[in-house]
């Protein structure tokens, strides 16, 4: 899995710095520089096709679009995976919260229930088959 | 606690009991066993309504009351991102991506929303450059126009100790019994001046590559640098 990733980060790298190279040709181009430059255009045509190739293998791959607004904004798209577990963990304990309050307002109304209604109550626990602290 | 049934002031029977349960909370999808089965018959009172919903709710294994961080086994991550201080700036995650990517993509059209928005029309496969199409790319010589010479510059670099003023000012750590930080500071000064030296050799070897061609020492050296500038 993590060898797909490091194959197309590769290849990005290599072709971001051929870019870059070019770039530097381009900036202040010399006639001798000709070669190099027709040879770096190459360099980006056999890029593509090496990052086309690995499109395949990453064709299930799937990117949430949120990080994409985290990079046009130019931040660290590791905020986002930061933000999404802080907020599922205090989704979590809210819930966690929510649930532990039930139980409490269950024990209770049993208890009360079990003051007004004895035999019913009773009935219930049996039926139910959950142990409950008597009234 | 006061529990009110209306089936008491209405008198009705275990059927009536029913019709009235459905009325006030909606037919359920299982239907509780009749009255009589759970020891309740006309000659009894009817029973409280809690006792029509006898059957419990579905339950499931997970629950929100457990944490489901350690049970997909994510405390490596949360202890990564959320442990440490993540930087902010796109150019602290791809230190080694050339140009100005702190900046919003919007400047400069170079957003991957319009490139989601706009696909790029993909057509055929990529093909070598010939030599006729590699006609079209004879350059003049000469530098660029200042306006074009923007690709080449980088941010710049922050000092250290100005990255460590600003955490310290904004985390909110414990503070430090003097021993300690005394350490700290000593022992950062000595970690930069190694640093401070690794760096500048990193630079100077940069500048050496800049050059296309293998690096020649002199006249492509000076020129490399001053079109990064």
Known sequence: MAEKFDHLEEHLEKFVENIRQLGIIVSDFQPSSQAGLNQKLNFIVTGLQDIDKCRQQLHDITVPLEVFEYIDQGRNPQ????????????????????????????????????????????????????????? | ????????????????????????F??????????????????KPPPPSFLFSLYPPGSTELTGSTNLITHYNLEHAYNKF?????????????????????????????????????PPILGGSFNPITGTMLAGFRLHTGPLPEQCRLMHVQPPKKKNKQKHKQSRAQDPVPPETPSDSDHKKKKKKKEEDPERKRKKKEKKKKKNRHSPEHPGMGSSQASSSSSLR
């Open chain 2, 82 to 118: 959320c442990g440490k201080k993540v930087k902010e700036k796109l150019s602290n995650f791809l230190p080694d991506l050339p140009g100005m990517i702190d900046l919003p993509g919007s400047h400069d059209n170079s957003s991957l929303r319009s490139l989601i928005e706009k």
């Open chain 1, 79 to 135: 905020l986002y995976t930061k933000e999404c577990l802080e907020r599922a963990l205090a989704k979590n304990e809210q819930v966690k919260g929510k649930i532990d309050t039930m139980k409490k307002f269950k024990s209770l109304l049993i208890q009360e229930l079990s003051k007004v209604f004895p035999e019913d109550m009773a009935k219930y626990r049996s039926i139910r088959g959950e142990d409950h602290p008597p009234s």
């Open chain 2, 1 to 24: 606690m006061r529990i009110i049934n209306a089936r008491h002031r209405e008198g009705a029977g275990a059927e009536g009991t029913m019709e009235n349960f459905t009325a006030l």
């Open chain 2, 26 to 43: 909606g037919a359920q999808a299982d239907p509780p066993p009749p009255p009589a089965a759970l020891g309740f018959g006309p000659g």
